[in-house]
């Protein structure tokens, strides 16, 4: 399957910010602008709940979000893209220190522009920013400090995607292949707003299986507003999407038939918002653009 085509990244129209010197920035000078916020983390095997957000937690911005999306918004130009700024952690200079080519950083915004195209939501690469630090590219997860030391590069508002890209972490937690933001959790966690994913996950990357940018699209679908298709398991009102059907629990690999919810439809094994690997994902419905529509226009002040 060939993800990437029309590549849209214009060389000359990308800004580089490079060799950030992380050494001056501490845990300690950021952690009072950091904030709080809830974050899905993404992982290959989901035999478990361990990528769903708590159903009340879902059910209470699902409130949010529907009060939100009555709110008029003006600021945004139709048809704008969402400027993406690219911080490149690495642990040394590297390509396997996860010194990632720009050329790599290109392809991946083309394969989010060429998977959410049927929700008329694009892309356009601003800048690339590069930091060297060990420390922070093998523990860049939701429950390290050391994840505030990169975010500290973030650039933009509500309507920019910041994507980190860095190490597996260590320890228990080496599987983690990204982690992402919801919308709803800007306001009050400005600084934390983002998707992180696994630098081998990037087109050409050394995650097997799951090395076609396809990482990115899923967390960027949690940063638009989506859950995952397996979110509250078989029952309702599971991701708040009426047309992906209910899923016990997330796929992996490529389960054609899967059917873990019986009755109804077949699993959504195709959906980018399910699991399986990255030539499985190949779908958005329309009631997830109808869905990223309204976060969008609720929380990051974008009419599409
Ligand atoms: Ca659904
Ligand atoms: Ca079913």
Known sequence: MSEIRGGRVARAAV???????????????????????????ERPATASSANLVPPATAARVEASRRAGAAAPVTARRAGTPIPVYVHVVSKDS???GGNLSDQQVFAQVAVLNQAYSPTNVQFRLASITRMTNSGV????????????????????????????????????DRNLLGHATFPWDYKAAPKRDGIVVHYG???????????????????T???????????????????????????????????????????????????????????????????QAARIKTALSAYRNINL
Not at 27 to 40: K, L, M
Not at 143 to 153: D, G, Y
Not at 233 to 240: I, L, V
Not at 244 to 257: R, V
């Open 15 to 41: 800004a580089f910010v490079v060799a950030t010197a992380a050494s001056a920035i501490t845990p300690t000078a950021v952690a009072a602008t950091y904030g709080a916020g809830c974050v899905v983390p």
């Open 94 to 96: 590297t390509p396997e």
């Open 137 to 172: 590219f093998n523990d860049a997860t939701p429950w390290s400090n050391r994840e505030a030391i990169m975010k500290e590069l973030r650039r933009g508002g509500a309507d920019a995607l910041n994507i980190y890209t860095v190490g597996a972490p260590d320890g228990h």
């Open 201 to 219: 996950t990037l087109p050409g990357g050394n995650v097997k299986d799951r090395n076609l940018g396809k990482t990115a699209v899923r967390m």
């Open 221 to 287: 679908g949690h940063w638009l507003g989506l859950f995952n298709t397996f979110q509250g398991g078989c029952s309702n009102p599971g991701d708040y999407v009426d047309d992906t059907a209910p899923e016990a629990i997330g796929s992996n690999g490529c389960p054609e038939g899967r059917d873990s919810c019986p009755g109804g439809e077949l699993d959504p094994i195709h959906n980018y918002m399910d699991t399986g690997i990255d030539t499985c994902a190949t779908e958005f419905t329309p009631g």
